[in-house]
Structures are given as structure tokens and as C-alpha cells.
């Protein structure tokens, strides 16, 4: 199927990124100061670049591992059925875990995840999501921290694609397709 043409606007830049990774890492690691270990889990695909930075700025011991879980495929639209397609390496009963996303859109993926690893009997589970789309929410979720909130826009880079193309943008882009602005 062909891709419709179209380009990347920056939203957010690679400094602002830096900084907010920053900022967060220090509250993250404030919050957990009497942890002795923290369980990191990354939501894959998108990520992935997110939780590289972030744990690489927290200030305690650490400990990753992944998660996949998806509810869009190629899809610009959530399909709101969430599939688990790489589950945790390591056991969470009894630990600390943060819950790292990219971004929180209808919120599906998010509950469900969490509602799972709940499940699994987590001493302390928390949520840091790098984006948050407020006005897309479904389901009530929210991150315990949040990077940036924005609004109703497609975006990539940071880590979050587009049919798996423009992940290793080092800025957030808002997405415009160029036969909607040649209409205009």
C-alpha cells in the first residue's frame, strides 16, 4: 500500500527533550531515594530512545526490561484491542517499578499494561510517559510523570513511528501530509 506524502514539522527539539529527560530522572529518582533497586520496564517499540536517556539519568541502581504490547500495527488510529507481543524477562512481585511510554494517547494500551503488571503483585508501580494527549483519552489513565502534554497531532521521532519510519529523529515532529496542505 502506498504512503501518502508528507512532512515532519518539529514540536518539540532535542534540547527541550534533554532537559524535561533530565528534570524527570531527578523526580524519579527523588521519589525512589529508599528503593534499593529499580525495575524499569520500557513499553516497546517507541520507547525505546526514552528509556535509554532516562535510566541513564536516574541516580539509583536500575534494572530494564521490556514490554510490547500494541494496539495500532501500521495504523495512524488505535484499534483498542491491546496485544502482548514480548512479555517481561524478570519477576516484579515485591520490587519497585517504573513503567516507562512514549506516549499516552486513548490511554488503552496504558491501562491494560498496567492493570497487568498490577496483577503480578509490584511493591510500588509507577508510570512515566515521555507525551500525553489529553483530549484523545478513553480510559482513565494517567502517568505519575509526564515530559510534555500536546495536543491531538500525529507525531514521531524521539523513538515513535510512523510505520516504523522516523524513529531516530533526535526532536518530536508533528507529522503534515502534503496532499491535505497543497488542498489548503
Not at 506516549?103 to 491494560?112: E, N
Request: negative net charge; proline residues 4%.
Amino acid at each position: 500500500m502506498p504512503q501518502r506524502p508528507y512532512v515532519i514539522d518539529e514540536m518539540i527539539s532535542a534540547k527541550a527533550i534533554a532537559a524535561r529527560v533530565e528534570a524527570l530522572a531527578k523526580d524519579i529518582t527523588n521519589a525512589y531515594r529508599e528503593t534499593d533497586k529499580l525495575i524499569v520496564v520500557g513499553l516497546l517499540r517507541g520507547s525505546f530512545v526514552f528509556i535509554a536517556d532516562l535510566v541513564r539519568e536516574i541516580d539509583l541502581p536500575v534494572e530494564v526490561d521490556f514490554l510490547e504490547a500494541s494496539s495500532y500495527g501500521n495504523a495512524m488510529e488505535s484499534s483498542r484491542e491491546v496485544r502482548i507481543l514480548k512479555d517481561l524477562r524478570g519477576e516484579i512481585a515485591g520490587k519497585d517499578v517504573l513503567v516507562v511510554e512514549d506516549i499516552v494517547d486513548t490511554g488503552f494500551t496504558l491501562h491494560h499494561v498496567v492493570n497487568l503488571l498490577k496483577s503480578r503483585g509490584p511493591k510500588r508501580l509507577e508510570v512515566c510517559a515521555l507525551l500525553d494527549k489529553p483530549s484523545r483519552r478513553e480510559v482513565k489513565i494517567k502517568a505519575t510523570w509526564t515530559g510534555f502534554e500536546i495536543p491531538d497531532e500525529f507525531v514521531v521521532g524521539y523513538g515513535i513511528d510512523f510505520a516504523q519510519r522516523n524513529r531516530n529523529l533526535p526532536h518530536i515532529g508533528k507529522v503534515r501530509f502534503t496532499d491535505e496542505t497543497a488542498e489548503a
